[in-house]
């Protein structure tokens, strides 16, 4: 069974900083993809990043508009762990964050991701 497991939400202050972490355990990926989503209260959940990686090494990411320069994503392919990398924290970032992980080609359609956790929390005061 297929687990992802998120952690590192919390309360932050405008401009603070946050690192999530997101472990994948229960399958070893081929071609592994991970992606983060955001869900506010009362919206959709949208993209926020997305990483894939082969032998250990960062092939590619992608980034929604609103966080690029600001977020990174990453990965440890010997712990099976993705990470966000969250600076220069806005209000607007506040939200649920979703980790989901495919096989395949990097994708922003949440509808296209097959495992997902269950989600932790970011909020950013003002």
């Known amino acids: 069974q297929v687990q992802l497991v998120e952690s590192g939400g919390g309360l932050v202050q405008t401009g603070g900083p946050l690192r999530l972490s997101c472990t994948i355990s229960g399958r070893t990926f081929a071609s592994p993809v991970v992606a983060w989503f955001g869900q506010a209260p009362g919206k959709e959940r949208v993209f926020v990043a997305a990483?894939?990686?082969?032998?250990?090494?960062?092939?590619?990411?992608d980034y929604a508009d609103s966080v690029k320069g600001r977020f990174t994503i990453s990965s440890d392919n010997r712990k099976n762990t993705a990470y966000l990398q969250m600076n220069n924290l806005k209000p607007e970032d506040s939200a649920v964050y979703y980790c989901?992980?495919?096989?395949?080609?990097?994708?922003?359609?949440?509808?296209?991701?097959?495992?997902w956790g269950q989600g932790t929390q970011v909020t950013v005061s003002s």
């Open positions: 990483v894939t990686w082969s032998r250990g090494f960062v092939y590619y990411a």
């Open positions: 989901a992980a495919r096989e395949g080609s990097l994708s922003r359609d949440f509808s296209s991701f097959d495992y």
